[in-house]
DNA sequence: TGTTATTCGTTGCAAATGCAACTATGTCAA
DNA sequence: TTGACATAGTTGCATTTGCAACGAATAACA
């Protein structure tokens, strides 16, 4: 009586567990490295991180981009500019938005994180096989598109 | 001098990023299930998904297993207590550890959650493929395994 | 033009979280 | 036995988070 009488249901092989507990492991490796060396938040570098990527844009933008909430973004942001990480400018044709624009140290703190990242991704190909990453990749692509696109965007 | 003197690093490709966009966007879509129907939170779920697919055990396995900090365990279990989806008993042999089991209520819960789940999965593999979805399972399961073993196992 | 709806970004507040400190229990060895 | 150390689980506290409500600016349109 203190078994269940075991539906099919296996935690083991569900998908999304299985994707939180990869995302959980792999970012957290990475994490400790903007974290030790910059103080960096996630959402502070993810921020950083799409700036650096796809130039300056407005916190909607953001949000729309990486799909993180609004409140958060709002709070990074205002943070990386108190560290002098980002500026910020009232769009003059729309004076609600606010163009945000890495300042050259935010600049800096992307380009030295994004080769810790090329290396700690190559490190992830090599620790699982180039064949099994690429199709991950894939895989990852394939759900992103299915999901995302359909829900929020 | 508005866009970055671009550093090969790129957003896009970065395994962190797709695993965390993929994991929110797949986990939120499964979340909105046991939220609405059961106010169950993630945490709340997947201490019930350990116990319901594992059997009984303590909250220290349960953290060993699923890598969810003490604390939030702790937290979890005492919600699910009062809502009587398991009942604590502490062990005979060792009256610092509380074995966790499911109650009636906590089993019909589970069973029903792991119906949905397995829908659920059947709908991803259904939407990018039966090959890329079991590609997608091998890929993650040898990156837990490649980070899971060596960090805090 | 005036009225209503929408969008951008911030803030208030309650809930969730992480970390360290703590209690209680158990282990090991002198 | 005693004392040092380890483990199970809880609690205090500061930080982070999400959601809803908000103010300001703009769009849409009668």
Not at 4 to 13: I, Q
Not at 21 to 31: K, M, P, R
Not at 57 to 63: D, Q, S
Not at 89 to 118: I, P
Request: overall charge neutral; glycine content about 8%; hydrophobic content about 45%.
């Amino acid at each position: 009586m203190r078994d269940t009488p075991r539906p099919d249901f296996d935690l083991d092989a569900f998908m999304p567990y299985l994707l939180n507990q990869a995302a959980e492991h792999v970012s957290l490796g990475f994490a400790a490295t903007y974290k030790a060396d910059y103080g960096l938040t996630r959402t502070q570098w993810r921020v950083m991180a799409n700036l650096g990527r796809f130039g300056a844009m407005n916190a909607a933008e953001i949000c729309r981009i990486s799909h993180i909430e609004k409140t958060r973004v709002s709070r990074a942001v205002a943070q990386l500019e108190a560290e002098g990480y980002l500026t910020r400018a009232r769009a003059s044709d729309d004076r609600r938005r606010e163009d945000l624009a890495l300042t050259e140290a935010g600049r800096a703190v992307f380009v030295a994180l994004g080769a810790r990242g090329m290396a700690y991704q190559a490190d992830m190909a090599a620790r699982i096989g180039p064949e099994r990453f690429a199709a991950l990749e894939e895989g990852l692509r394939a759900l992103i598109a299915a999901y995302g696109t359909s829900a929020d965007d």
